[in-house]
């Protein structure tokens, strides 16, 4: 830990690749992510490498979108980005966590309008696919342990892709809006969700009204 944050204030690179090693390390993950942010804008090219690094532990990767998040410049925006579609759904979920406290720390800085576009319906895609799946699966499948399992994993899914959707949204929309409206849509009391759905209704994009509408409401045409 002292080693980390001597190197933090020392900003010799030749430490870098051992001070990133450390972000698997729960004890000292603080330090290190001080560490490192204290690096600045210099290593974000470097942290963009290792974020997209297979060769990396999982564990260390879905770390660095944190550390971007605390050096709040457009080349760290950039780099999450770039890596918003991430197949690793650990990594990904990390991305737009990350995103997500960028624009709340630098709501000026350039989001991408497209890209963002473009990954809510990618993420939404996601969630008819997998709803549509989980449907099936209910109707005429077995029972049994691993059925629930299996259906518990599915929905958990979901759950998250409604959380990335709605990450996704405070990047393009008021950020502050968006994340009232996701706390009535999990709560879904009655008031509190009605209001929530006709914020959205008359705040999205036409192209996006028509796809996450029903899958925040439950719509009954939701699996066509």
Known sequence: KAACQAAGRLKNRDYLDSIVKHLANSRIRASVVEALVSYGEEITDCLGECLRD???????????????????????VNILRDSMGQPNLVIRNA??????????AKPDLDYG?????RQIREEAQSYFELYAALTRF????????????????VEERLDQTIDRLFRLLGLRYPQKEINAAFRAVNRRESEEFAAALE????ILDNDLKVV??????GSPHLLD
């Open 54 to 76: 297979e060769q990396l532990e999982v564990t260390t990767r879905r770390r660095i979108p944190r550390v971007l998040a605390g050096i709040p410049t457009q080349r760290s």
């Open 95 to 104: 991305v737009i966590r990350g995103l997500s406290r960028l624009r709340e």
């Open 113 to 117: 309008r497209a890209d963002v576009r």
């Open 138 to 153: 209910r109707v005429g499948r077995p029972g049994g342990k691993a059925t629930e399992l299996l259906v518990r994993s």
């Open 199 to 202: 914020f959205l209704d008359e």
């Open 212 to 217: 996450l509408l029903p899958l925040m409401d």
